[in-house]
């Protein structure tokens, strides 16, 4: 980055928000991208859009208390950061996992405001979560975490105001006692959080939505550079609610799914995953994955999650967390004959590691752009509950499908207008500001 002025916002977050690393590094993907913009953009330097869009608008820390099944009191903290409302709501996930701290929260809450701004619907960025862990824990357990974290959490969000969703730790199963406190504490039922059960107001695809709406995106990707799924080898990281629907919709389009993983290790089986059976274990029995090699002879399972990139694939979607792939994961990848990245997880790739497939021609399709059918999905189910009616599976999909396409050709087409064809990390930072940045301005120094 060479323009002064970004270089000077970047270190005035720097020093405002020490002892956030993924926070600064997805901040700064996005500003060295938007160098271009800027440049020929001086209207927005002079409404000071830059400035205002680095600072969340408002971030909420709060204390959940409760009960353990032994009776000991436990303390989490919970975190929700409203970080742009300029077109909609603030809308985003909530992630349940031990690492969570107010960085990762403003870094997911920050990605958002992008991604949410390049699926066309009317939604701002937002993000939440907590540092507790489900693994482990009873249901009762998780149901009194869920009632302590929404009987603060239900002040801040609203139909109108904030809808949060699912992420990492949060399914079906935490939405609806969420969703239930929420109920009963405002005394209403409003679409106040989507990936709600489908008996209450969920959309159907939902589920579905973010890993269909990877592969929907990727398929784009391929068309546009002469390939398709069909007959590749495929690695989809992670065995979570995006894993899980990635390797299904990559199966459905003609492509073999080798291996996927949890946080302890990896299973391969060069016969195609037996999905049914990852379901059963992930989503049933709520177990580790290496179950499945004892039901699956000519499957292997390797103890460390990040070995999975060593082998060899045509297509890597990596669908767990963030920075899975470092450098040395993408130049085996590289190594090995991989041509496409396209991230189902948020910034699952470091700096370096997009660096090496930019320099080693792997196209790569950026996680704010492939994995926006999860929110957009939930933007339609906002729509659905808003006219009290919902659509058919088919008729979700469709639209999910019409909203990837658009996606694909935002990015394109940014890109090719500043002169970086084929850089869909750029055409998405580029395209998902101008819209939020557009309507800043508009809206005056609020
Ligand atoms: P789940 O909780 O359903 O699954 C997460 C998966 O990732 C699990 O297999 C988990 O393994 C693995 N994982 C989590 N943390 C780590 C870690 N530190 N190291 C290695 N593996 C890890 O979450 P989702 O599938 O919903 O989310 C996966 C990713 O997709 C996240 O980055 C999320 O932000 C992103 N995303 C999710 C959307 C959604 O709609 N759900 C929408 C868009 C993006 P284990 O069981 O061992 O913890
Ligand atoms: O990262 C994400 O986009 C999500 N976890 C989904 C957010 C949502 O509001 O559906």
Redesign the pocket.
Known sequence: MTNQYLIDVLESVKKRNPGEPEFIQALTEVLESLEPVIEKRPDLVAAGVIERLVEPERQIIFRVPWVDDNGKVQVNRGFRIQYNSAIGPYKG?I?L?P?VNLGIIKF?GFEQIFKNSLTTLPMGGGKGGSDFDP?GKSDGEVMRFCQSFMTELCRHVGADLDVP?????T?AREIGYMFGQYKRIRNEFTGVLT?KGLTYGGSLARTQ??GFGVCYFTNEVLKANGMSFEGKKVIVS??????IYCNQKATELGATVIAM????GYIYDPNGIDLAAVKQI?EVERK?IKEYVATHPGSTYTEG?AGIWSLPCDIALP????N?IDKASAELLAANGCKVVCE???M?STPEAIAVYFEKGIIYGP?KAC?AG??ATSGLEMSQNSMRYSWSFEEVDAKLQDIMKSIFKACDDAAREYGMEGNYMAGANIAGFLKVAEAMKAQGCV
Do not use: F, Y
């Open positions: 996930g992630r996992h690492s997911l693994k969703a699912g992420d990492i730790g399914g990936g939505a973010t992670g065995s979570g609610n995006v894993a993983s949890d946080s302890n992930k580790r999650c669908c767990a967390t963030q899975e189902g997880a948020n699952p996680a994995n999860g929110v």
